[in-house]
């Protein structure tokens, strides 16, 4: 089976620009998670989407999105982009039971100047 | 708050010694614990879990309750396990989301 694929791999915008970033899952998994991985807060969880459904969300501001697609294709955007949002975003899918494992991608790497 | 404590930033031993990387947790509830490790230009990815109580590439890790700590250990460290280690809580109806600790960089010297 192929792996969790995010695109692109290298992102750099200015800021004030919004910034879309793309993860297919595997297949047959529905439920796919962000995160954000930083150098000083280390891993931390954006959101999850399950058929379309956002069912958890972490503590991040509003122009932080997520969308799922029915194919279980996510995307997530950001928007109004700041300094601070540089960073490697990792996706990851699982089945959908609750604490199942998760598979994740090589992340997009995104650079704010 | 959820919270997870890796102590040690960066852990070195030599090819042979036993390794113990160590992880207390802060977590409301009966949390799913996971191990997930990082090598050197991959992907993240799962190395154990607690509930499947298997020994993945001579790693085991202990819940011990009462102390609220999962720690990972190997007998005999190899120069392969070199890698960046996390220890990951997952609580209740937790779909999607681990709590990260901040990661413990193990480097195994021939």
């Known amino acids: 089976k192929a792996g969790v694929t995010q695109t692109p791999r290298y992102l750099i915008k200015t800021r004030g620009q919004q910034v879309t970033l793309s993860c297919s899952p595997i297949s047959g998994h529905r439920s796919v998670s962000w995160y954000q991985q930083t150098p000083g807060q280390g891993l931390q969880f954006l959101f999850e989407?399950?058929?379309?459904?956002?069912?958890n969300k972490g503590n991040f501001p509003g122009r932080f999105s997520g969308r799922q697609f029915s194919n279980s294709r996510s995307e997530m955007n950001v928007s109004t982009l700041e300094l601070g949002d540089s960073a490697l975003y990792l996706c990851?899918?699982?089945?959908?039971?609750?604490?199942?494992?998760?598979?994740f991608g090589n992340g997009t790497r995104l650079t704010v100047t | 708050a959820q919270r997870v404590t890796q102590p040690e930033k960066l852990l070195s031993v030599f090819k042979g010694a036993p390794v113990e990387l160590k992880c207390n947790y802060s977590?409301?509830?009966?949390?799913?614990l996971f191990w997930y490790v990082q090598y050197s230009r991959q992907r993240l990815q799962l190395l154990l879990r607690h509930i499947s109580r298997e020994s993945i590439k001579g790693f085991t890790a202990d819940l011990n309750k009462g102390e609220t700590s999962f720690h990972l250990k190997k007998p005999f460290a190899q120069e392969e396990d070199s890698a960046m280690y996390y220890c990951a809580p997952a609580g209740g109806t937790s779909y999607g989301k681990l709590t990260f600790g901040q990661g413990t960089i193990l480097t195994v010297h021939p």
């Open positions: 989407y399950f058929s379309e459904t956002q069912r």
């Open positions: 977590y409301s509830g009966s949390p799913e």
């Open positions: 990851a899918s699982s089945l959908e039971a609750a604490n199942s494992p998760l598979h």
